[in-house]
């Protein structure tokens, strides 16, 4: 044990590791939070809203459960596979100073919200099974003082039945993961790694590419100079020394949002309510229905697939950066890291992030990682990601989701061979389609035959499943690979 302590020194790249790993997650926190509340709300359904309106009163049930998916139920227990996961790198990272006699110079796997995942089930499985549990809802139209309580009841439900299917996803996801983290290596060869990589870089084009986009011009004089601003610093490569890049597009965004009245004061006030000690609970409850899974085995597969074979490129990532880590107990762990996730309530996978190289670079070791979950922790059981939500807009975090998205985007085509360039964009266009359902395209907006050709790409929610075999095929064919 004392071998292992001697290997937790503070080193020169610590503190600037944390701020980057911490903020890195923290965008994607914020943006998850906000992003789960509208899709537990039916896509801020506009009866809803009208009802919502009419009888304030009545629906604050429903209102104050959404909150308790969330802050009671979802980050705290993303909180708690942020301090597995950090904690066990951290001490596969000793470990491997005391084999090699590193005196502490091994810098540990950076470790966070798994980005493309989250989004993949929040908009191809949260979102469906609101709004599949929601159809009763919209049956009771039109709502009167008779009938309220009842609605509200309705959407409650329907909530709960969104965020549950979630968690048993994430744990479903979490067990695929650990299993095929033993044979990560006859999965990539099984399928080309261009199918795998498209299926990512679909979900990343779309819900992390355009929605962030449309996000940032949707109040231009908040969002267009932090989205730029991240181009320069980590696209452009700009060195800001030891002042964390993502902290600079976080105070550039907080100083615009303020001055132009998007951030206010009503909105902080309000998100007081919400720190407090939340505490620790489980998705016990919703792990004991697993009904929804048939319904979304699609996504499920190839998000954890996708997962596996992340970890074992991010595995030989660090590899190459001088920190070899055992490759097969890196994708278990990550597996197993979401399972701890989804039993205490969480509907969002974690694993190892892109960068490890990076961190290496500037000297991080091991400590930046246990401070990184300390903080974590702690902000997530007390509700502070609320009142930071409110402080910070939208339009400060957006780009850099975007930036996690167009790494993932770009890293696609710096890995595939030219002649699959074809083959990859149209593996893209299942999930445009996904997300242009989700956003409201119907059969009025782009006719009949378009619509339906729409929904055959999203196959029912699996756009990813539907990208790894279109791109599939499309690669064997240019390949001339036929069986």
């Not at 304030?56 to 227990?77: A, N, T």
């Not at 679909?202 to 601003?229: H, N, R």
Request: charged fraction near 10%.
């Amino acid at each position: 044990m004392n071998a292992l302590l001697q290997q937790c020194k503070v080193r020169p790249g610590d503190l600037n590791g944390f701020f980057n790993l911490f903020f890195d997650n923290l965008a994607t926190v914020l943006i998850l939070a906000f992003s789960l509340q509208q899709v537990l709300r039916g896509f801020s359904n506009a009866d809803l809203l009208n009802v919502e309106e009419l009888f304030p009163k009545q629906m604050q049930p429903f209102q104050d459960r959404v909150m308790e998916l969330i802050y009671e139920k979802s980050i705290p227990g993303l909180a708690m596979t942020m301090v597995f996961g950090n904690v066990y790198y951290s001490y596969m990272g000793a470990r491997l100073g005391v084999k090699e006699d590193r005196k502490g110079a091994v810098t540990a796997l950076p470790y966070g919200v798994n980005t493309p995942a989250a989004f993949a089930f929040l908009f191809t499985i949260i979102g469906p099974a609101t709004a599949g549990a929601a159809g009763p809802c919209y049956g009771m139209m039109p709502v009167t003082e008779e009938n309220v309580d009842a609605y509200a009841q309705c959407w409650i439900e329907a909530a709960e039945a969104g965020w549950g299917a979630g968690v048993v996803a994430n744990f479903l996801a979490g067990i695929l993961s650990v299993v095929m983290g033993f044979f990560g290596n006859k999965i990539m060869q099984v399928s080309p790694v261009t199918a795998l990589l498209t299926a990512l870089s679909g979900i990343s084009f779309a819900f992390l590419g355009l929605a962030q986009v449309g996000t940032a011009f949707a109040e231009p004089i908040v969002g267009i100079l932090p989205l730029f601003i991240v181009f320069m610093v980590y696209f452009g490569d700009v060195n800001t020394g030891s002042f964390p890049k993502s902290l600079i597009v976080f105070i550039v965004g907080v100083i615009l949002g303020w001055a132009d009245s998007v951030s206010t004061g009503d909105a902080v006030s309000d998100s007081t309510d919400v720190v407090k000690a939340w505490g620790i609970s489980t998705g016990v409850s919703a792990l004991s229905d697993w009904s929804t899974v048939p319904d979304y085995i699609g996504t499920i597969i190839p998000v954890a697939v996708s997962a596996v074979c992340g970890s074992l490129m991010n595995a030989t990532s660090a590899a190459q950066a001088g920190d070899n880590y055992p490759v097969v107990e890196v994708t278990v762990a990550d597996g197993f890291g979401t399972m701890v996730g989804a039993f205490f309530g969480t509907p969002f996978g974690t694993s190892v992030y892109i960068g490890h190289p990076a961190y290496k670079k500037m000297e991080a070791g091991i400590v930046y990682s246990l401070v990184n979950c300390a903080a974590f922790f702690i902000f997530g059981i007390l509700g502070v990601f609320a009142l930071i939500s409110a402080i910070v807009p939208q339009q400060a975090v957006a780009p850099l989701i975007l930036f996690v998205g167009m790494m993932s985007f770009a890293g696609t085509f710096s890995t595939v061979p030219t002649r699959h360039y074809p083959a990859v964009g149209v593996g893209l266009m299942p999930s445009l389609a996904d997300w242009a359902l989700t956003n409201g395209v119907n059969y009025s907006s782009v006719g009949n035959s378009t619509y339906y050709g729409f929904v055959a790409l999203q196959s029912g929610g699996g756009a990813i499943l539907s990208s790894i075999t279109l791109t599939a095929i499309c690669v064997h064919t240019i390949d001339r690979n036929y069986p």
